[in-house]
């Protein structure tokens, strides 16, 4: 049922934001929708979602119209904080989306443009299951405005689709591709990979699968194994191996081979486009750190520095909506030392790097040692600029550590 969430202050009832945050008028606003459904629960998974078991009460078909009133709420919230912007990019994740009906997404989706607006070429993402996708329900979204599907293919390979839980037919990823197509959407695939048992071959197997459907984006996950889910226990308890660091990083580099010979270019760390129009603008915008209301059971939000979440359970969630209270069930401000090593954390990974100026006087004078030890790009950095290169992107985390020491 997820991560707990994090500490931090209570939030107000009616989910005022600081009287001293005023949001800024020029800067993009984005959507989460978070739906947080499936139909079985992954046994990597540790994501806020609910099989029909654990609702205790709430329900799936009345879930669209409670989210409408959290739509309301957000409205009147940040119209005190400064002019309404449209949303850029609207992004429905879970769970799994497309367990609801196309009608409910639209709904939900119209709440957001009547409340604030879409922005002329907004990107509305759906994640879907490849079992859920037909011709129908594809038609349907797009009728009602959305333009990109990321479909989860995880792997083409059935013994690491089934150590991963995962219970979808390999072969439907193929239909719900062509669904999508058919109906003028983007496509993104997304991957894991290290899964215990999966060999070089597998996952190389996986990539040529997903490559052959032509997507315009591709996702590819390391496998991290996450306290409280059933793999963890699994591999507590000696029934499967945990993942190998040197043979992800393998098959990691494996993936930046085949991905940039068939055209793709890595963009962020684990995301790979056919081209800059096809990038992930909304995970972009996490990147980038600019401002996103999150929707729904559990979901986390960001406006003006301010970081708030809303309680997990739906049953609660819907309790609260209803009431006319705020969903959130905390939230904090970082001080100016979270905040720098948090931009440079996110920003370092995205392809168009951080700017060497907004580093501390410490993280300028690492760069030197950074590019000798191969892990940025020297060209870049003598333009101004830190860019991981691809040994840096494996390396990610320790590359931080030394531009925020």
């Known amino acids: 049922m997820g991560a707990a969430l994090p500490l931090g202050d209570p939030a107000?009832?009616?989910?005022?934001l600081p009287d001293d945050i005023r949001t800024d008028p020029a800067s993009d606003f984005s959507v989460y929708l978070h739906v947080p459904f499936c139909r079985v629960r992954c046994g990597y998974c540790d994501f806020n979602t609910y099989t029909s078991s654990e609702l205790q009460g709430a329900r799936q078909d009345e879930y669209a119209d409670v989210l409408l009133g959290e739509v309301?709420?957000?409205?009147?919230?940040?119209?005190?904080?400064?002019?309404?912007?449209?949303?850029?990019?609207?992004?429905?994740?879970?769970?799994?989306?497309?367990?609801?009906?196309?009608?409910?997404?639209?709904?939900?989706?119209?709440?957001?443009?009547d409340a604030f607006g879409l922005a002329p070429d907004a990107e509305i993402t759906v994640e879907a299951n490849p079992d859920t996708v037909t011709d129908a329900v594809a038609a349907d979204l797009a009728a009602?405005?959305?333009?990109?599907?990321?479909?989860?293919?995880?792997?083409?390979?059935?013994?690491?689709?089934?150590?991963?839980?995962?219970?979808?037919?390999?072969?439907?990823?193929?239909?719900?591709v062509a669904a999508?197509?058919?109906?003028?959407?983007d496509v993104s695939v997304d991957l894991i990979y290290g899964t215990p048992g999966e060999s070089i071959n597998d996952w190389r197997d996986s990539l040529?699968?997903?490559?052959?459907?032509?997507?315009?984006?591709?996702?590819?996950y390391a496998l991290i194994i996450e306290e409280g889910t059933q793999l963890a226990r699994r591999i507590r308890r000696g029934e499967l191996a945990a993942p190998d660091d040197d043979l992800q990083a393998d098959m990691y580099e494996l993936a930046d081979d085949?991905?940039?010979?068939?055209?793709?270019?890595?963009?962020?760390?684990?995301?790979?486009?056919?081209?800059?129009?096809?990038?992930?603008?909304?995970?972009?915008?996490?990147?980038r750190g600019t401002d996103w209301w999150g929707f729904g059971p559990g979901a986390h939000s960001h406006v003006g520095g301010l970081r708030f979440w809303n309680v997990k359970h739906p049953s609660a969630y819907a309790q609260r909506v209803r009431s006319g209270a705020?969903?959130?069930?905390?939230?904090?401000?970082?001080?100016?030392?979270?905040?720098?090593?948090?931009?440079?954390?996110?920003?370092?990974?995205?392809?168009?790097?951080?700017?060497v100026s907004e580093l501390v006087a410490e993280g300028r004078h690492a760069v030197a040692a950074l590019i000798a030890d191969g892990l940025i790009e020297g060209p870049s950095a003598v333009r101004g600029r830190v860019v991981l290169t691809r040994r840096g992107r494996l390396l990610a985390d320790a590359v931080v550590r030394q531009l925020v020491p």
């Open 144 to 176: 009602y405005g959305v333009t990109r599907l990321s479909i989860g293919m995880q792997s083409s390979v059935p013994h690491v689709l089934a150590v991963l839980d995962r219970t979808h037919d390999p072969r439907n990823v193929a239909t719900a």
């Open 258 to 287: 085949l991905l940039g010979a068939a055209g793709f270019e890595w963009y962020e760390v684990s995301n790979w486009a056919r081209d800059e129009e096809h990038r992930s603008r909304h995970n972009l915008a996490y990147w």
């Open 180 to 185: 999508a197509r058919g109906a003028g959407l």
């Open 326 to 355: 705020s969903p959130a069930a905390g939230r904090e401000r970082p001080d100016a030392a979270a905040r720098r090593l948090e931009d440079v954390l996110l920003r370092s990974r995205i392809r168009e790097g951080i700017p």
């Open 208 to 220: 040529k699968t997903a490559l052959a459907l032509e997507p315009d984006h591709v996702s590819a």
């Open 72 to 113: 309301t709420l957000a409205r009147d919230v940040l119209a005190a904080a400064g002019p309404l912007r449209p949303a850029t990019t609207v992004f429905f994740g879970g769970g799994t989306p497309t367990l609801l009906p196309p009608g409910d997404l639209g709904r939900m989706l119209a709440g957001v443009r």
């Open 12 to 16: 107000p009832v009616d989910g005022r």
